[in-house]
């Protein structure tokens, strides 16, 4: 099999492994290097010291678990779906009648998650070395319609402590969607509503240095460059602001009216010392003025207010609004028809991230953490065949 390598039979040895129609054991015949050199260059190759000419044959010679690849894209598959890998191996004792412990789910999923997320890097890497590059050619025919992009952060617990003494790291989600992909309709009682049938999430755990290519990549793959109007709705972060001038410089940025909302009302609470009676009607006043592009007035009223009386308030309100005042003009907004709210990227952290990785009292390694929400990124965005299948059995020199 391998040329200048001698090999002798050593013995013939039985392998179990897990396929979908359950554990198959068969005998092969195992050769052995007859000398060390040869041993140490089935080693430089990548090779196993042991070869089984049936295991070539039948495509699961360098496999890392006793199991097929249709069986580890399973057992990955329902770790990402279920709530944990002891849901994951009952799903698939279940449905598959498969019997896989929640040690080997976890590990395959690992395995699998670590080879499409490096996947995705490599990917994201080029298209920001291209752009770097002044390579990207962005499409001079202006396609109708609107590519919303939706950032942002939400922390997971994990297992280590950083230099501040915290175990907590913000997960950075990002969700992708045009207006082609979106359902409107009018309900029963008249008010309009909209379905978003088609979008793609990316998921990191880490610096914006690196989050950003993800999301470029991201929006190029749906569009970017390609449509008539970029939208960036978010939640006002500098962090963000920053990222949308160096990868969307022709994009319409939009504060998310519900954060800003919330701000209002903790500011708002905060002034007036929790009476109800006070805050409501200013609260209300504020937003409505606000949401009718009245920003300038809000700031001037709120410059009268004397320091003293927010200081010790998480929320700032006059400087919030100033950081964002470019991007809170409502009226021209929904003038021309764009979304005001981020509740994709909102309800995108919850199934995302809540739903599987912030269950009572789970803690995670970064790495582990990071290939299941990619896995779940996938399955999220109808990409599972096209972005984990097809790689992974390319990967393992599966014929399809």
């Not at 052995?32 to 089935?42: F, N, W």
Request: net charge neutral.
């Amino acid at each position: 099999m391998n040329k200048g390598i001698k090999l002798e039979i050593d013995k013939r040895r039985e392998r179990t492994i897990i396929t979908n129609n359950g554990k198959i054991t068969y005998s092969r015949k195992c050769l052995r290097p007859q000398t060390k050199e040869d041993h140490q260059k089935l080693l430089e190759i990548g090779e196993n010291s042991e070869i089984a000419p049936l295991d070539y044959y039948l495509g699961v010679a360098n496999l890392p678990y006793r199991m097929t690849v249709e069986v580890m894209l399973e057992a990955a598959y329902w770790a990402q779906n279920q709530h944990s890998y002891e849901a994951a191996e009952e799903a698939i004792k279940r449905v598959d009648d498969l019997t896989i412990n929640d040690d080997s789910i976890r590990m395959v999923t690992d395995t699998i998650g670590s080879i499409v997320f490096e996947n995705d890097c490599k990917v994201a890497e080029e298209i920001y070395a291209k752009l770097n590059e002044g390579e990207l050619s962005f499409s001079s025919n202006e396609k109708e319609g609107i590519l919303y992009i939706e950032p942002d952060g939400s922390s997971l617990n994990t297992r280590h402590k950083d230099k501040t003494g915290t175990s907590w790291r913000e997960n950075k989600l990002g969700v992708v969607f045009s207006s082609d992909n979106i359902h409107i309709w009018t309900d029963k009682h008249g008010k309009r509503q909209h379905q978003i049938n088609k979008r793609e999430y990316i998921s990191y755990i880490g610096t914006v240095e690196e989050f950003k290519k993800h999301l470029l990549a991201c929006a190029i793959r749906n569009g970017y460059g390609k449509y008539k109007e970029t939208i960036l709705l978010s939640d006002g972060a500098t962090w963000i602001r920053k990222m949308k001038e160096e990868l969307f410089p022709d994009a319409v940025q939009i504060l998310d009216i519900w954060h800003l909302y919330e701000n209002v009302n903790i500011f708002g609470k905060y002034i007036f010392k929790m009476d109800e009676k006070r805050y409501t009607p200013w609260i209300e006043r504020i937003c409505k003025e606000l949401k009718a592009s009245k920003s300038k007035e809000v700031l001037e009223e709120l410059k009268t207010i004397p320091e003293s009386a927010y200081k010790g308030c998480t929320v700032n309100l006059e400087e919030y609004i100033s950081n964002n005042i470019d991007n809170i003009d409502y009226v021209r907004y929904i003038k021309n028809g764009y979304y005001i709210g981020s509740g994709a990227v909102e309800s995108g952290n919850k199934i995302i991230l809540q739903e599987r990785l912030k269950q009572a009292g789970m803690r995670w390694n970064v790495k582990t953490a990071q290939n299941l929400l990619t896995l779940i990124t996938k399955e999220k965005s109808n990409l599972w065949l096209k972005d984990v299948v097809m790689p992974i059995l390319e990967y393992f020199k599966i014929k399809v």
